[in-house]
């Protein structure tokens, strides 16, 4: 998948999936420098929220909420393929919509978390 829309693909919808972040840009006390850069990348006036998680199974990903399909598409033009610490971030739309977009439409139903084994 080079551009995010291949047509197996998620449909597009305003959360992007931001992937092959560096390692060292996913650790906790770099988390807020990570969202900072995610943030200026787009612009940040369009940029609704930001999850980055350091833990075992989500270093290295990202998502970013945006304000609406257009500045998504946008959004993962720019993004796809550049580069943070030295390593190119791969972009596509998100398979689902964020619990962010999902409370503003009033369709949230809460958090189901997956089980998984220990790393």
Do not use: W
């Not at 993962?76 to 390593?87: R, T």
């Amino acid at each position: 998948m080079t551009d995010g829309m291949d047509q197996d693909g998620p449909p597009p919808n305003q959360t992007l999936y931001v992937g092959n972040i560096n390692e060292a840009l996913s650790r906790k006390h770099r988390l807020h420098e990570l969202k900072e850069k995610l943030t200026n990348l787009c612009k940040p006036s369009e940029v609704l929220d930001i999850v980055a998680l350091s833990n075992f199974y989500d270093k290295g990903q990202a998502f970013v909420v945006l304000k609406n399909i257009e500045q998504a598409e946008a959004a993962m033009k720019k993004l796809q393929g550049h580069e943070l610490e030295g390593q190119a971030i791969k972009v596509a739309y998100a398979k689902s919509k964020s619990h962010f977009v999902q409370k503003a439409e009033g369709t949230y139903s809460g958090h189901k978390r997956k089980e998984r084994p220990p790393p």
